[in-house]
C-alpha cells in the first residue's frame, strides 16, 4: 500500500511539474471584451473604417470609360488602374509604390507612434466592424461577459448563432470584394449567385473570408500581439521626441477612489481614481499606467475614456494623452528632428518621381535587335544595307497603327515593307526592316541613329530608340 501510495504520489508531482512547466510556456488566452468609448479618437477611428472599407467594397464597381476603374487582369497581364494600363514590364512602379509605403510608415512611426495600426491596420479595421456586429447582437461589454459565463440554452444559442451567421456573411462578401478586384466584377456576382465561379475564384473567395472571419471574429489581439513583425520592430523607430500615448504617473499617482468633489491631495491622492476603464476599453486588454508596451497599438481609446472621467470629477484632462518621454521629463519636444526630415526628403522624392513617371509615361515600347549574322551587306545598287528587328509593344488598353521612322543618320533610308503597323492592346510584334545608305554618305564606320515610333491615331504617342549602323572603313 505505501509503494503504491509512493507511486501514486511521484506521478502526482510529475504531473504537476509538467502543468506548470506548460504553463509557464503556454499562456492560455484571456478573452478581452473591449468597452465601448466615445470621444475625438474614436471618432477618428469610426471615420478611418468608413473611409477605408468604403474605398475597399466601392472600388471594385467603380466604372471608368466602361470598363471597371481597377481591375488586376492576371490571366491578360493587364493592370487597369482608372484610365491607365499597366503591364509585367512597367513592375518598378509597383516597387516604387511599396518603397513610398515603407518610407510613409517609417516618416508617420517616427513622427507619432502607431498610426497605422491604431487607424489603418485592415486587423484594426475589419476587428473594429466585427466588434460593433458583437455589441448590437450580443450587448454592451457587461452583457457579453455574463452571456459568455451562462450555461448553453437556446436563447444563448440563438444569440451567438446570429452573431456568427453574421460574422460569415460578412467575412464572405470581404472575400467576394478581393476576387472582384481580379474578376471583373459584374460577372462574378451573376456566376456567384448561380454557383458557377471558377475553382480557383471560389477557393480564394471562401480562403479570404475565412482569414477575415478568423482574424478579427477569432484571433482579434492575438494577430496584434503574437502574429505582427511591426509590433516588434517599432521600438527601433521611436526616441524621446516620438509622440506615444503615455500615462502621467507623476500627477495620477498614487491613484486611489475617491468621491467626487474632495480634494485628492487632501486625501495624500494623485488624479487616477483606479476606475480601470483604460483596460476595460483598451482592444489588447494592456494597462496603459504600466507604462509604453509592444501591445499598445495606438488607438487612443484610454486617452477618450480617461478624458470622460477626468471631466467628471472636475480634474483637467490629459491624464493620459499623447506626449513625448521629453514631455514627460519636463524637457523641450523637438519634432523636426534629423531622422523625421530624412524620411520626409526621401518621401517627397520618391512620390515625386513616382507621379512623374505615371504622368510622363508612354503606352508604347521599342526594342531594337540588330541583325548580328552579318556587319552589313552591299546591295545590288551599291548601298550598304543594315538589318534589323523591330519589338513594338503596345501598353495602351487599346489597338494602335505605328509609323516607324529614322532620324540622325542623313541620307539614309528605311525599308519597310509593312507600312503602317497595326497592335493590339498588349501585343508584341516582331517587325524586320531594313536601313540603305550610300556609302559615300558615311563618314565613319559606325554611326549612331534613331528609330522613331509614333501612333498615326496618337501623336503624343511618341517612343525614340537608339541604334547603331554598320559600314565599311571610310578612307
Known sequence: MQQNAAKASGKSKAEQHDAQLQQELYAKRQKIYPRQVHGIFARLRVAAVFVLLGIYYGLPWLKWNGRQAVLLDLPHRQFHFFGITFWPQDFFFLAALLAIAAFSLFFFTALAGRLWCGYACPQTVWTEVFLWIERKIEGDRPKRIKLDKAPWTPKKLLIKGTKHLVW?????????????????????????????????????????????????????????????????????????????????????????????????????????????????????GIDIRDGLQYECIGCAACIDVCDEVMEKMGYPKGLIRYTTERAMEGEKTHILRPRVLVYAALLVLLLSGWIYGIMSRVPAELDVIRDRMSLYRETDEGLVENSYTLKIANQDSRAHEYRVSIEGLEGAKLINPYGEIEVQPGEVKNVPVRVDIDPGDLKRPSSRFKFVLEAVDDPSIRVEEDARFLGPVVR
Open 168 to 284: 460569415l456573411a460578412f467575412s464572405l462578401y470581404t472575400g467576394f470584394t478581393f476576387v472582384g478586384y481580379f474578376t471583373p466584377i459584374d460577372d462574378l456576382a451573376v456566376r456567384f449567385i448561380h454557383f458557377d465561379t471558377g475553382p480557383w475564384e471560389t477557393f480564394w473567395i471562401f480562403f479570404y473570408g475565412f482569414a477575415t472571419y478568423g482574424n478579427a471574429g477569432w484571433l482579434r489581439e492575438q494577430v496584434c500581439i503574437y502574429m505582427c513583425p511591426y509590433a516588434r520592430f517599432q521600438s527601433a523607430m521611436f526616441d524621446k521626441d516620438t509622440l506615444v500615448i503615455s500615462y502621467d504617473a507623476k500627477r495620477g499617482e498614487p491613484r486611489g477612489s475617491r468621491k467626487r468633489g474632495v480634494n485628492p491631495r487632501e486625501l495624500g491622492l494623485g488624479d487616477c481614481i483606479d476606475c480601470t476603464l483604460c483596460v476595460q476599453v483598451c482592444p489588447t
